[in-house]
């Protein structure tokens, strides 16, 4: 059986993205656990100023979300380095971010959008206790999303699924890059 780092020659990063609320931490924990690396928590890797923002109410704004992703992307590069493989959660709302995700960590980075409805987000959310991003904040979320394009080769897959269904759709898609033996 070959080894994790020669199944993860053409694919290097995995990155779960969407707005606040759809279950990127959720997938993402799941897939690292599958997959046999560390998982990358977006959240952890925001400014203190950054959480104060937004636990006030204030959406981020580039200038803000700039060196959060340059400290995503050095996190995953560190992961690839130590596992041969990163799983991440990380919003990645816009192209640019994607590309500067794509740019800063070393091999292919695959992105899997988890779709969900308005309605759900809020309900999401809204039971969540103790985290920073308020309810609030989720229609400049849904404002900020751009949608993947075909040509990104992201894959999206429904928020609503039961998390066990969305890693093994996630790692059936993973399959032919070389990932998973």
Not at 25 to 45: H, I, K, N, P, Q
Not at 78 to 101: F, K, N, P
Request: proline residues 7%; hydrophobic residues 50%.
């Amino acid at each position: 059986m070959p080894s994790l780092a020669e199944r993860s020659a053409a694919l290097k990063a995995v990155i779960v993205m969407g707005v606040s609320g759809c279950g990127k931490s959720t997938l993402g924990s799941l897939l690292a656990e599958a997959l046999g690396c560390v998982f990358l928590e977006g959240d952890a890797f925001h400014s203190a100023e950054a959480v104060m923002k937004m636990r006030n109410g204030t959406p981020l704004t580039d200038a803000d979300r700039w060196p959060w992703l340059d400290r995503m992307a050095a996190a995953a590069t560190a992961s690839i380095d130590t596992c041969g493989v990163a799983v991440a959660a990380c919003s990645a709302l816009r192209l640019v971010y994607r590309d500067r995700l794509r740019a800063g960590i070393p091999g292919q980075v695959q992105f899997v959008f988890l779709d969900a409805d308005r309605a759900q987000l809020v309900a999401r959310m809204s039971a969540r206790a103790g985290h920073f991003m308020p309810p609030s904040l989720l229609d400049s979320q849904l404002a900020t999303l751009e949608r993947p394009f075909p040509a990104e080769g992201v894959l999206a897959l429904p928020a609503q699924a039961p998390p066990e269904v969305l890693r093994d759709r996630a790692l059936a898609h993973l399959e032919p890059s070389g990932l998973r033996a």
